[in-house]
T-cell receptor
Framework: EDQVTQSPEALRLQEGESSSLNCSYT??????LFWYRQDPGKGPEFLFT???AGEEKEKERLKATLTKKESFLHITAPKPEDSATYLC????????????FGQGTTLQVKP | DGGITQSPKYLFRKEGQNVTLSCEQN?????MYWYRQDPGQGLRLIYY???????QKGDIAEGYSVSREKKESFPLTVTSAQKNPTAFYLC????????????FGPGTRLTVT
């Protein structure tokens, strides 16, 4: 069965304390892996798409990487405004745009 | 500004009533999706549509219905057959096919008592 698992479920960091979030996946064929940020009570905001192992993408303090089994979202010197839930989703090869979402990692950055 | 709108933001209904959630997009996207989000769980796909006048069931379609009569609109009806309708409902759209990110609306929080 296709599956996406994110860890940890929750992460507390001090401002400036770098860390990584993990997204491991099991699909028969990966078409794309997507990272989103979600603030409480709001819709997810698109961050990155990764298509193949070895690919990396960066945006401000965030960097996403991809291997054949997992993706990491690295957060460098986080600020309180980075506090949010980060969602990972995968799209399997086929003929639809369906996404399979993980449960998310809730990040809290304290000043 | 292009985007996705969902209305209303909060919706309250009595058990046994059907309710329709609105989703409109002006991104000119062919594909649209409905997800449900419950506390501590990831987004689960209810229905999706890749083109006007066509839609498919997602993973949890029971108790829900949709229509896609216009490219811009993809309303979701939560019927009285849905056993646990209280949830946060999210609509999304994307370019058709694969490899394209989905863009989400602000969501509708439905409470059924």
């Amino acid at each position: 069965e296709d599956q996406v698992t994110q860890s940890p479920e929750a992460l507390r960091l001090q401002e400036g304390e770098s860390s990584s979030l993990n997204c491991s996946y099991t699909v028969s064929g990966l078409r794309g892996l997507f990272w989103y940020r979600q603030d409480p009570g709001k819709g997810p905001e698109f961050l990155f798409t990764l298509y193949s192992a070895g690919e990396e993408k960066e945006k401000e303090r965030l960097k996403a990487t991809l291997t054949k089994k997992e993706s990491f979202l690295h957060i460098t010197a986080p600020k309180p405004e980075d506090s949010a839930t980060y969602l990972c989703a995968v799209q399997e090869t086929g003929n639809t745009g369906k996404l399979i979402f993980g449960q998310g990692t809730t990040l809290q950055v304290k000043p | 500004d292009g985007g996705i709108t969902q209305s209303p933001k909060y919706l309250f209904r009595k058990e046994g009533q059907n309710v329709t959630l609105s989703c409109e997009q002006n991104l000119n996207h062919d594909a649209m999706y409905w997800y449900r989000q419950d506390p501590g769980q990831g987004l689960r796909l209810i229905y999706y549509s890749q083109i006007v006048n066509d839609f498919q069931k997602g993973d949890i379609a029971e108790g829900y219905s949709v229509s896609r009569e216009k490219k811009e609109s993809f309303p979701l009806t939560v019927t009285s057959a849905q056993k646990n309708p209280t949830a946060f409902y999210l609509c999304a759209s994307s370019l058709p096919g694969q490899g394209h990110e989905q863009y989400f609306g602000p969501g509708t929080r439905l409470t059924v008592t």
